[in-house]
């Protein structure tokens, strides 16, 4: 599938950060500062999708891996408190790269925009204890309880150069939606039009923000698995679009 996607090249464990540290997988602190070295050794416009692995379960349930204690042992288990606390030191250290590589782009002459997102919740132990410990509902046929258990939050940034070259701020609040809408919700953040795919999916992310797998939707802010007949075909016409876009690139 990947190579139907456009990437000229791919990088991985196997055949570059693996070579860059002794560790079982690169850090963040190998990680950020490996993607900023990419982008510095491009030429012309320049488009990457990475992903780090730092932050990823499982989490240590029996000491604390960063040695801080970010919530306290009340009212939690063990091993309850070594995960969600080592959970909390690496996205804590993964904050501080973040904040590294952003600063880096600041003063840039080139127009930058970033866009950081969380693929999942964090899995903080066996059928989600901590949550259950901390008081956090998980209860998916509920709002809150979906929210919780699917949410992550994104970031759309851009240095000076790209708010010179769009002729705009790009700061705000941005809405709540599924991964599906967030190039189109960078388009949107920036001022560009885009092409028809683009502005089709800003169309579908105005009428029904959250799509997911499990047949759940987002319409007018409330969770429903039944929709307007309107948003029915509104979605399925971005289905179609899908299909003809997929097809086209395998050919």
């Not at 990947?2 to 540290?21: K, P, V």
């Not at 790269?97 to 997102?117: K, N, Q």
């Not at 410990?133 to 919780?148: E, W």
């Amino acid at each position: 599938m990947d190579r139907n996607l456009g990437f000229e090249t791919y990088y991985f464990s196997e055949n570059r950060f693996s070579q860059l540290t002794d560790l079982e997988y690169a850090g963040d602190d190998v990680f950020f500062p490996e993607v900023r070295q990419l982008y510095e050794a491009a030429e012309g416009p320049y488009f990457s999708f990475s992903v780090s692995y730092q932050g990823h379960s499982p989490y240590a349930s029996d000491g604390l891996t960063w040695g801080t204690e970010y919530v306290s042992h009340d009212g939690l288990s063990d091993s309850d408190y070594y995960i969600v606390n080592n959970y909390l030191g690496g996205l804590a250290d993964t904050a501080a790269r973040i904040w590294d590589f952003v600063d880096s782009f600041r003063e840039d002459t080139e127009p930058v925009v970033l866009l950081f997102f969380g693929d999942h919740k964090p899995t903080l132990g066996a059928s989600n204890s901590v949550y259950d410990a901390l008081g956090i509902s998980m209860d998916r046929s509920t709002q809150n309880g979906f929210i919780n258990y699917y949410a992550t939050p994104y970031l759309i940034w851009a240095n000076d150069a790209a708010k010179a070259a769009l002729g705009r701020d790009v700061t705000g609040e941005g809405p709540t939606i599924s991964p599906c809408y967030l190039m189109a919700e960078v388009f949107g953040a920036c001022g560009l039009e885009g092409p028809g795919w683009i502005r089709l999916l800003q169309e579908a992310m105005e009428a029904v923000p959250v799509r997911h797998s499990t047949g759940v939707y987002f319409e007018d802010g409330v969770l429903t698995e039944k929709i307007s007949e309107k948003n029915e075909i509104l979605l399925e016409k971005v289905a179609y679009m899908e299909y003809h876009l997929r097809e086209n690139q395998r050919k």
